[in-house]
């Protein structure tokens, strides 16, 4: 930055500012004018955005900028923060403009007017505020999602119809509709008007006993008691995970897994421990022994998500059986996130956590958003099935974080019984066999790409597929380059903490599925062209793969011989 130098004091030039010669004048390239005040030095710049060094009390309010330059402090400087809007800072006259406002004058016009008293005490009054920060627990509530969604807002290709296989919410396409038994029943509480006001905080009793007589079994019978209402399945498992642990505890967590369960516990001080599931294999189930490992004195409770969110798995009965072990050896209660109960196909079996548990107390945690098709209408619950009374305490204090929406959807509550007795088991299977469709398309035609690893799944509505980074790059730059070549969008698998693999939705239209495997595939084969000899390698170990199977079957037909 160019200086002017300070004149004598005794100069009797003082009277008043004369601007400088040519050399210093006007700084064409940075858009500078250096005025010269005697003993007092003033830098006006048209690219420059706030005052700084000297509180506004510091200035007076001069009725003539040419005839007082005493009245103002001396090195006065504008400095550039680099502001986003170019075009304004570049305004002949906007370093002035700022200038004249922070001194107290209207830089509307001429420079003799003074700005009135009140518009004066306005400003004043505005920057006597100290901008606030959020709260601590605002700023520890991070949804990793968000930020990896954010990275991903490239242009999609024009040329292409986007494909959003990224979102979890089966109604973007319509064609999942609710069933035509859940439309009549919230339908017919709007016209009955009993259900416009408030209920009870834990829900209204007729919900309650009608969640409790669906999910009782007989080995787990549940009463009204054992039930509180939630707004979704996210509010249930934020109660139940509130009400169980203190700042300092920890809560056990799958990975890759349902990114909202760091997020529920960071804000109140509750850490997550990460047991893993086994996802190298190729079957998803969870390493028990990490699991059992990562149990403490302050391990307050284990979340068991089954069916899996993102890998679709669904823990066979075996499985579940040897978590309750784990979990009573070290007598830590289960919080089993069951959303995607009973959605499971090819084969597979569901069994409620409950009901397989003689001994260990379980909080489940379920909703009617993923198998009656309405997430919008933020209506869960939990059941407590408390063995041995030790959950008595932990859910008083649900009951108690309950009063902290006075109850949910009052609407959607008293539809609640009808929804859940009325919808046939044909619309469920319905949904399912749409699901099943999909993850076999899917799962065909990107097995058979190199460097392509899909994990297929029995339960939920996704798929996730592994993929090899020496042939499409970083995690982020592959799924940019499928937006910006194909429109199509999927979710990184590192919102799930689990890097190099990606989660597709399977609950779009047949044909809409296809096409965007299509996408995908033409996609990876630009991708494949440098690295033929990458894609050899894998060719050769798919064959030798099939070869390996075809012999083992042989050998097993002979053996059964």
């Not at 079994?217 to 498992?237: K, R």
């Not at 990107?446 to 994990?455: A, D, M, Q």
Request: proline fraction near 8%; glycine fraction near 6%; hydrophobic fraction near 35%.
């Amino acid at each position: 930055m160019s200086s002017c130098s300070q004149p004598p004091r005794g100069d009797s030039s003082a009277s008043s500012p004369t601007l400088k010669g040519k050399e210093h004048n006007q700084d064409h390239s940075a858009g500078r004018q250096i005025f010269d005040f005697p003993r007092k030095h003033l830098l006006l710049s048209t690219h420059f955005d706030c005052i700084r060094h000297y509180p506004l009390k510091m200035y007076h309010q001069p009725t003539n900028l040419t005839s007082s330059p005493s009245a103002y402090p001396q090195h006065i400087r504008i400095m550039n923060h680099k502001k986003k809007d170019r075009a304004r800072r570049e305004t002949p006259g906007f370093g002035q403009k700022i200038f004249l406002d922070k001194a107290g004058m209207d830089s509307q016009a001429p420079h003799s007017k003074p700005v009135p008293p009140k518009i004066q005490k306005r400003r004043q009054e505005r920057r006597e505020w100290t901008p606030m920060n959020s709260s601590q627990h605002a700023q520890n509530t991070i949804n990793p999602i968000r930020k990896i969604c954010d990275s991903l807002s490239v242009p999609p290709n024009p040329n292409k119809v986007p494909i959003r296989l990224n979102l979890g919410d089966p109604t973007l396409t319509g064609n999942l509709p609710p069933s035509e038994a859940t439309v009549a029943a919230i339908h017919a509480v709007v016209d009955e008007h009993r259900h416009d006001g408030y209920g009870p905080s834990v829900g209204e009793h007729a919900a309650r006993e009608a969640v409790a007589r669906h999910f009782s079994t007989q080995q787990a019978s549940f009463t009204a008691d054992d039930v509180v209402l939630a707004s979704g399945c996210s509010h249930a498992l934020e109660m139940a995970i509130v009400a169980i642990a203190d700042p300092g505890d920890n809560i056990l967590v799958p990975v890759p897994g349902f990114p909202l369960y760091s997020t529920l516990c960071k804000p109140n001080g509750i850490h997550t421990r990460q047991y893993r599931l086994r996802m190298n294999d190729g079957n998803g189930l969870i390493d028990l022994q990490h699991l059992e490992e990562l149990i403490d004195e302050n391990t307050k409770a284990i979340i068991i998500n089954n069916p899996s969110n993102p890998t679709g798995v669904v823990f066979p009965k075996e499985h579940l059986e040897a978590i309750l072990r784990v979990a009573h050896k070290h007598k830590v209660p289960i919080i089993a996130d069951e959303i995607y109960g009973d959605l499971v196909y090819d084969g597979a079996e569901f069994h409620p956590m409950a009901t397989l548990s003689p001994k260990v107390p379980i909080i489940t945690c379920d909703g009617i958003a993923k198998r009656y098709l309405v997430p919008g209408w933020r209506l869960g619950w939990l059941i407590v099935h408390n063995r041995y009374g030790v959950l008595t305490e932990v859910k008083k204090g649900i009951v108690a974080l309950s009063q902290k929406i006075v109850g949910p959807n009052s609407l959607v509550q008293g539809a609640l019984p009808r929804i859940l007795s009325d919808t046939p088991q044909s619309y469920f299977d319905h949904i399912k066999d749409v699901i099943s469709k999909n993850a076999t398309i899917v799962y065909d035609i990107l097995s058979r790409v190199p460097g392509l690893k899909p994990l297929k799944p029995q339960g939920a509505m996704y798929m996730m597929v592994g993929f090899d980074r020496d042939i499409y790059g970083e995690e982020t730059k592959f799924m940019q380059g499928l937006i910006t070549e194909e429109s199509v969008y999927c979710l990184p698998g590192s919102a799930f903490n689990l890097p190099n693999w990606f989660r597709l939705v399977l609950t779009y239209p047949e044909e809409v599925t296809r096409e965007a495997c299509e996408r995908v595939v033409e996609y990876c084969e630009r991708r494949i062209g440098p690295c033929k000899h990458l894609a050899a390698i894998y060719q050769r170990q798919e064959s030798r793969a099939i070869d390996e199977g075809s012999e083992g079957s042989l050998s097993n037909a002979e053996s059964d011989d």
